[in-house]
C-alpha cells in the first residue's frame, strides 16, 4: 500500500487488489465533485443525523466529501466564530440541547484493500459495518467479531471500539489526520493515539478538533477466529468456528440482544463497564449475588448492564425517555424524546448506582450541550 501513503479521499487509486472493480469503483468516482463545494446548511435539523433520533439544530452543517470540503467549511466556521463538531454515523452521541457551532458531517468514501499484505485502508465516511463485510468477502480477517457496530470508520478509532473479546487497536496500523489547529495533515500511529478501553487520544474534546480523514489496519489472510467470548463460544459451541460463523453468529446476537437504531432510537452502551479494585469487588460480593466479572489489570471490570438492572432499570420508563426492556445499559428514544429528557434519565441512573454501590458510572456516550457535567453528583 505503499503507493497509497497520500491518497486524497477520491478517487481511489485503483489498485490490483481492490475492491472497488469495474461499475463500482467508476459509480465511487463519479461521486467526486470539485474541490471546495461542500453546501453548508444553516439552522440545520440534526434529527437524521444522531440514532438516538432526538430533535437538536445546528447552527451550521456542512458534509465533507474531499479535503477542499473541510478547508471550506473551516474558513466559513472561522469567519463566523463558530466552534466545531465531528460527527460520523452519530451513533454515539446525544444531543441534550442544540449545537451553536458547525457541524462537519465525514461523507468521504473508498476502500483500498491489499489482500497479499493485508492491509486495508478506509475512508472515514465508509460505514463500519459494510467495512467488515468487505473485508471478510476478501479473504481478510479479524474484525468479525465487531461486526454490526453502527458509525462510520473514522469514528471506530475515535472510542476504539470493541465487542465479543475484540477490540479495534489490535488491527491498528495508522490513521490519518487533518488537524484543524493549524491545518496540518499528517499521520497518526498507535502510540499517539493512546488507546484504551473505549477510549483514545482522539476522543478528548480539543476547541480545534482533529479530523479522522481515513485509517489504515492489518487483517490476517489467514482465518484466525477468536470465538472465546462467552457469549460468542457458547452459540458457536457445536460449530467449527470458521470467521463467516463468529461473523453470522455475532449478527445474529446483536439482532436479538440490541434495539436496532433504525426502529428504536439509542446509541447502544450507554455507559461504559466500571472497573473497581479487588477490595471492592469483595464488598459487593457479600452483599448477595455477585456480579459476572473479567480480572482487568490489578481490578476487575463488572457489568455496567448488570448494576442498573439491580436497581430497578430494565424497560424503565420515564415519558418517551427509556431503558431498553432487554439490556438495562442502554437507553432509548421511545419516540419524541427530547435529548435533555434521556440526559436527565441517565444523570439519575449513575446517581442511583453510585448510592446503591459506591461505583460511579461514566458514559461511554458523548454528550452535547445541558449545563451540568454528566456525572453522579454525590460523592462518598
Ligand atoms: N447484564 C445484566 N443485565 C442487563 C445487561 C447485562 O445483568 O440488563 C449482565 C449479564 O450478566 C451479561 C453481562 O452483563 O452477561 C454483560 O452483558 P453484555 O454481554 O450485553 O455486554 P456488556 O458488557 O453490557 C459490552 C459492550 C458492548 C458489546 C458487548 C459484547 C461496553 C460498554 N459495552 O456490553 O458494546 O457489544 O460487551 O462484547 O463495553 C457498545 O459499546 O455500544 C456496545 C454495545
Redesign the pocket.
Known amino acids: 500500500m505503499g503507493q497509497c501513503r497520500g491518497f486524497d479521499w477520491n478517487p481511489l487509486a485503483a489498485s490490483r487488489h481492490s475492491p472497488l472493480a469495474g461499475g463500482e469503483l467508476a459509480r465511487r468516482r463519479s461521486g467526486k465533485r470539485p474541490a471546495g463545494t461542500m453546501n453548508p446548511t444553516f439552522d440545520a435539523d440534526l434529527t437524521p443525523h444522531n440514532t438516538f433520533g432526538v430533535a437538536a439544530r445546528a447552527g451550521c452543517l456542512a458534509e465533507i466529501r474531499e479535503t477542499g470540503d473541510l478547508e471550506q467549511a473551516l474558513e466559513l466556521a472561522d469567519s463566523r466564530g463558530m466552534p466545531l463538531l465531528l460527527l460520523g454515523g452519530g451513533s454515539?452521541v446525544l444531543f441534550a440541547g442544540d449545537f451553536p457551532g458547525m457541524v462537519l458531517l465525514m461523507r468521504n468514501r473508498g476502500v483500498e484493500i491489499d489482500r497479499e499484505s493485508g492491509r486495508v485502508r478506509a475512508a472515514a465516511g465508509e460505514n463500519w459495518h459494510e467495512l467488515v463485510k468487505t473485508c471478510l468477502d476478501n479473504g481478510l480477517h479479524g474484525l468479525e467479531n465487531l461486526a454490526l457496530?453502527p458509525g462510520s470508520a473514522g469514528a471506530a478509532p475515535v472510542q476504539n471500539?470493541?465487542?465479543?473479546?475484540v477490540e479495534l487497536e489490535s488491527f491498528f496500523i495508522e490513521l490519518e489526520l487533518f488537524d484543524c489547529d493549524g491545518g496540518i495533515r499528517r499521520a497518526m500511529g498507535r502510540e499517539e493515539c493512546g488507546f484504551s478501553?473505549?477510549d483514545s487520544a482522539l476522543k478528548q474534546p480539543r476547541q480545534r478538533p482533529r479530523v479522522v480523514c481515513s485509517l489504515t489496519l492489518q487483517l490476517q489472510s489467514d482465518p484466525a477466529p477468536n470465538p472465546r467470548?462467552p457469549?460468542l463460544a457458547e452459540e458457536l459451541a457445536e460449530s467449527a468456528a470458521t470467521p463467516r460463523e463468529v461473523f453470522e453468529t455475532v449478527c445474529r446476537i446483536?439482532r436479538r440482544?440490541?434495539p436496532d437504531p433504525a426502529v428504536l432510537g439509542n446509541?447502544?452502551?450507554f455507559?461504559?463497564?466500571p472497573m473497581i479494585s479487588r477490595g471492592e469487588f469483595d464488598r459487593l460480593r457479600a452483599r448477595g449475588d455477585p456480579?459476572?466479572f473479567h480480572p482487568a489489570g490489578e481490578g476487575v471490570k463488572i457489568?455496567?448492564?448488570?448494576l442498573?438492572?439491580q436497581c430497578g432499570y430494565?424497560g424503565f420508563r420515564q415519558g418517551a425517555a427509556g431503558v431498553f426492556e432487554?439490556?438495562?445499559?442502554i437507553l432509548v428514544n421511545h419516540g419524541g424524546a427530547s435529548g435533555g429528557g434521556l440526559r436527565q434519565l441517565a444523570l439519575a441512573m449513575g446517581d442511583r448506582v453510585f448510592a446503591e454501590f459506591g461505583i460511579r458510572l461514566e458514559p461511554?456516550v458523548r454528550i452535547i450541550g445541558g449545563d451540568e457535567p454528566m456525572r453522579p453528583r454525590r460523592e462518598s
Open positions: 454515539n457496530i471500539i470493541g465487542a465479543y473479546g478501553y473505549r467470548y457469549a446483536r440482544k440490541l446509541a447502544g452502551s455507559f461504559k463497564n456480579p459476572p457489568p455496567a448492564g448488570w442498573l438492572e430494565k432487554r439490556h438495562a445499559l461511554e
